[in-house]
């Protein structure tokens, strides 16, 4: 990670440096490029907390879970219960205000997301490490039961978010554009959790097990150190991170059974664009894939393209694919 | 798991088999007499109506031999070569485009539009595997169901939005011969995809049991010592994953003749989904794995999909919790039954043999 | 055979369906040095790796400090204090070298204690402490292998051939630092070398298809020449 490769860095800049040049290109005024930037910094910032925990357990435990989307799905679906009227948990006597019943959401979301990851890799993979194949196939089928218990409590119908609070109606104005407050909130949000979670990879001693276990498992054993119970921290970590990238996306996006596929299947072409098990690589790759989506979203309206901003992060992944087979800093093989 | 050559007649070696065979040959006719009803299905003035028990437990073990098919292909690949595929339903789907595209968009006449349409799926499904392949095989193995993943998905989105072919409805095929057409004459069509689908099974057997196969199984169970070997094995994996498509492609094929209608969903996650868990729950890496999987699942779906279950006063429809409890199925089986139907039996088998 | 700090007996390791191990019994004595003789491919590695629960043994018992830690996970076999050194210099290449040491720290403060003791040994590592592992000359991996087994209180070291493909000066300065470490702890060394390998170690056990054939002092075995032509290959 410390010899990053200069072609890979070429690379980045061209592509994210293209994404703003068409943006700008595209956009007629000041006021609306800062609208697709944000948007795409908004939509980069969530990717990434999928993103994150799926390369992070990749390196580590060589599981690619696929049940990552699902763990945002059920963030959004706890955030949106817990904030709204009724359903299975109503806190609006408890907590009237909606705007601390919010945060309060989130947490409880990320906590059920952390729950259920613990007990996914503690009952579920934990049997498997020895048939690495078999550990893909469970969390495919993980991912389908979990999707299918949220149809059974929460219905098939989408939920739109309707509570109104504080920061998410909150707007500020900039080159003659109002701008969301709320987006601002989890790019910011997103960019202190990226720098938190490379302080830890980098300073921590936890960080420096998970970076060697990445490596070489077996010597991080030899040295007496019990990799299973990092695997279960990481692994939960990374579910609660999935989950509280639902919680905060909720009241954009609502809550529906399909966004958590929408999701995993752009963090994973982030993951494999910025090479797996590369913590930089899957920063980046993120808001490099949430800036395309948003260029392409800009891109899309008023054209017959309708599929483009879907199709996006994979025609970029194909991209860089073809120009560094392992991902920009993978080491693949 | 080596496989010992014995030296029996063809005949003696094959007998289960050829028992089977002449059941299905026969089971048109069976459940027909069984249920006083006609395999040719009701006349009505000089057309056949497709109708009565006969006709419908056709349409149910075709639906088999589709999925078998696929399932079988998708075992060549996971089972006996070790590589995973997310998007399988890509070759699926992607036949049936090429297909109902060649019938419904082109100016060719039918019998010539059926032969193009079919070779060009299949070559093109070929073509597909070979192309992920190329791309992805090297790497490690994720990667390649990754980026199957990541192309099923993609064709799916784009074709849910195509205007062409009529985005999430899809289009029907409404040009097929009637020896052909399943509404015109089921019982040709139950002959046309058993024939396939054992011929299927005879290619794979043959397959697996030749050298080429032989490889095949080196590189699942360990790639580096095959490589070490000296065999080329991005060779023998791009091999197994072509020939795997085009044999998804041929199940594609019979998807679009049986349902005359062409549609994004062929793409959906699930036709993949169900030939990994039908491999899975009849036995990895066994030739006889899938075909009890795509039956037993297939038949128990059919069986309690319009079913309800009581719990005390709750009423529960169980074809709205039948994707829950094919979920739940499928960790089970990964966990606890890992061998699948198949494999399960033969450890049973062999330790009750230790035992004597 | 109460002042062994290892005894195995008769282990039997399979990897896969192979049968790699086929009854080996070695014997380490406290605070010395014993060294596993043998041709590529005999079971060496495996040997340590049994030991160290990474390729655990279907058979046999591995008593350290007389008790059977034979199916213990490896982190746990290492918490009693034993070391592993493994082949081919496994260093973490990410890691700096300072991390490469910090990460084997068993109690806070284990690499603080040990310091001026590694770094009196290897001398090139202060230097290059926050280099990363990767970007070391193959001499410098090997002592940052060894030094790293050093960090905690280790009371065996199982060092798997250290001198492959070095240059003979490092050899030779590695090797004076292995003896030195037998004066804290006890060492079960893998060398292909026999030279070397006879000036440093007091005793010896030859591994031959998975079995260990021969066993005894290394003067004796320096003074028969017939029985390392059988084993060795070499006079
Ligand atoms: N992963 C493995 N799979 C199959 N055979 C192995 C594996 N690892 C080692 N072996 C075999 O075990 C034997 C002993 O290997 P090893 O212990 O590395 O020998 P040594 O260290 O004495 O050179 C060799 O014949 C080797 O081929
Ligand atoms: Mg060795």
Redesign the pocket.
Known sequence: MARTNRSSLIAILVIIGGLIAVAFVNSNSLGNFGITLLSGLFQGMLLFLVASGLSIVFGLMDVLNFAQGAYFMVGAYVAYDAQHAGGLIDLTQAIPDPNLRFPVAVILAVIVGALLGVILERGLLRPLYARPVFQLVLTFGVALVMAEIIKFIWTTTPYSWTEVFGVRESFFELFGQRFSTYRLFVVGMGIVLIILIALLLRRSRIGIIIRAGVEDREMVQSLGINVQTVFTLVFTLGCAIAALGGAVAAPFLGASTTIGDIFLLQAIAVVVLGGMGSYEGTAIGSVMVGLAVAVAQDAAIGTSFAALPSITPMLLLILVLLLRPSGLFGNAR | MAVTPRKTGWLQGNGWLLVLLALLILFPFIVGALTDSSPYGVARGDRMIMRGESVRWQSVLIEVYILAILTMSYNLLFGFTGVISFGHALFFGTASYLFGLALEFTEMDTGLAIVVGAVAAIVVCGLLGLLIGLVTLRLKGVYFAIFTLAVAEMFFIFLGRWQLTRAEDGFAITDLPAWLDPTQSRLSFYYLALVLAVLTFLFIRRLVNSPTGAVFQAIRE?ED?AQSLGYNTLNYKLFSIVIAGMLAGVAGLLQVMLNKKVGPELLSVGYTVDPLLMTIIGGVGTLGGPIIGAAGLHLLDVFFRDRELVLGSMTIDIANIWALLLGVIFILAVIVFPYGVIGTWRRWQARALRKR | MTDSILEVRDIHTF??Q?H??EGVSVSVPVGSITV?L????????????SIMGL?PPARGQILFDGKNIAGKHPHAIAQLGIGYVP?HRAIFRELTVHENLRIAERKRGDLARKADFIFELFPDLKRLIDLPGGNLSGGQQQMLAVARALVPDNRLLLI??PSEGLAPVIIEQLMAAISRLAESSSVLL?EQNFRVASRLAQQYVI?EE?QSPAAGKIDALVQDAALVQRYLGVA
């Open positions: 360990n010592r | 990897i896969g192979f790699i191990l596993l043998g041709r590529n491919g005999a079971g060496k590695t495996t040997t340590l790796r390729t082949e798997d051939e893998v591994i998975g």
